[in-house]
C-alpha cells in the first residue's frame, strides 16, 4: 500500500489537513477523509458522484473501458460460460465452487424454496391489479414476520442462512406475484428443475396441464439473471448496506433494496422502456423522441440510454442485444417490430452529438425489455425480475459489510442551509 497523501490547504487560515490517499486493487485511488469530522469540516457529494460508500471485494466497474467483473471475473465470462447458481455462490463466498461445493448450494437453495404457507395469506391482503413490485416489497417485508431467528445478523451462520433463504424464496414470491395478479393458482418450486427454469414453470405453468420448459429460453434467462446481479454500489445496493448497517433483519433490508431498484431512473428503467419503444411505434419517430431527450425544458429522458458509470457501452447491454437475437431467433420473431425500433433507436442515438458529447450509451436496461417481452413475461413484472436476480448481489454486499472489521452504522452528515437561531414568537404575536 502506497502512502501517498493530499493536504487540504485552507485560504481562510485554517490549518492544513494531509489526508492518506488509498490505491485500490483496481481502479480508481481514494482519499480518506474520515478524520474530517475530528477537524470540524464535512464534505459535500449529493447523489455521491465522488464518494465511496465502503470497501468491498464483489465488483469492480472501469466505466470508461465498458468493464464488469465480479470477484475478478470478466462479465462476459460469467455470462456465456458460468450459472446463476454459481455467480450466487461466487458472489457470495468470494470463489467458484467446486462440483461438491455447488451441489450442496444448490441443493441448499432448492431446499428452502418454499415459502411458509401463511405467507400466500400475505397475498390476499392486496388488490389483485397490485403492481407486482409492490407485492414483493409486501410480502419479502411480511417474511421477516416468519424468520424470528434470522434477526441475530452478527452471526455468520444466521446470515448464510438468511441468504439462503432469500436466493430461494425471492423467486418464488416474484412468479406467485405474478400468478396473483392473474388470479391463477400459485405453482410450486419444482427441485427437478435449474433456478431460471424453476423460475418459468412458477410463473407460465398451470395446474391443468404438463408443462415442459424450453431450454434456449431457459438459458437466455439465466443469462440474464447473471448480467443483472449485482453491480457495485447502485442505488439499491447502497439502500440494503445503510438498512442493514443498523442490525436489521435481513428480510426487511431486501425489501428496502427493492424498494429502490423500483424508481423508474433504477431498475425501474427496463418497464419504461418497453413503454417508450411501444410509444414510439415505429422507426419513422424516432428522431421526434431523440429531440424530446434532448430538450432542457422537458423532463423526458432516453429510457435504457445513460448511466452514472458508464461512460462506454454497459458491456451487459451487448450481452443481452446478443441475447435478444438468440431468443427472438429460436421463437422465429425476428421481425419483431419493438426490436426493430430498439436496434435503429440506439443506431440513431450512438451518431447524435448530444449523446455523443455525454457519452450516453445503451445501458443494461434498454434491450432486457425486449428479450423478457419474447419469453411471455408482462413488462410489470420486468422490475421483479431485477429484483429477483440482484438478491445475489445485496445479500452477498450486506454480508460482506456485516463481516467487515470495525463495522460501522451508517450515518451520513450534511450541509445545513436553514435558519439561523431565532426566538420562539407565541401565535397570538404572529402576523403571518
Ligand atoms: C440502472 O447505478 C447502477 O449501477 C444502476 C444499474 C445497476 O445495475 O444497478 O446499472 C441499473 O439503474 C441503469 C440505469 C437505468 N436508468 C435509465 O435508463 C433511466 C434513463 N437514464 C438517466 O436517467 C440517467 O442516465 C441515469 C439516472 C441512469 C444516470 O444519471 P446521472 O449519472 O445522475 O447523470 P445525469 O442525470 O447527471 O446526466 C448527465 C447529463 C445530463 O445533462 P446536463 O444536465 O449535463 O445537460 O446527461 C443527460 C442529463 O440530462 N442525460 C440524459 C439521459 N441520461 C443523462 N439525457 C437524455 N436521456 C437520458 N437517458
Redesign the pocket.
Known sequence: MSNNTVTLNFSDGREPIELPVLDSSMGNPVIDIRMLAAHGIYTLDA?FTSTASCESGITFIDGDEGLLSHRGYDIEDLAYKSDFIEVCYLLLYGELPTAAQKHAFESSIRHHSMVHDQVVNVFRGFRRDAHPMALMIGVTGAMSAFYPDAHDVFDPAVRDLAAHRLLAKVPTVAAWAHKYNLGEPFMYPQHRLGYAANFLYMMQATPCENYEVNPVLARALERIFILHAD??Q???TSTVRLAGSTGATPFACIAAGMASLWG????G?NEAVLKMLEEIGDVSKIPEIIER?KD?TNPF?????????YKNFDPRAKVIRETAHEVLNELDMNDDPLFKVALELERIALEDEYFIE?K?YP???FYSGIVFRALGIPSSMFTPLFALARTAGWVAQWSEMLSSPGHKIGRPRQRYIGEKMREYVPLEKRTG
Do not use: T, W, Y
Open positions: 447523489g453491480h457495485e447502485n442505488a439499491s423508474p431512473l433504477h431498475g428503467a431527450a432542457k429522458r432516453l429510457m435504457g440510454f445513460g448511466h452514472r458509470i455525454k450516453l445501458n443494461v436496461d
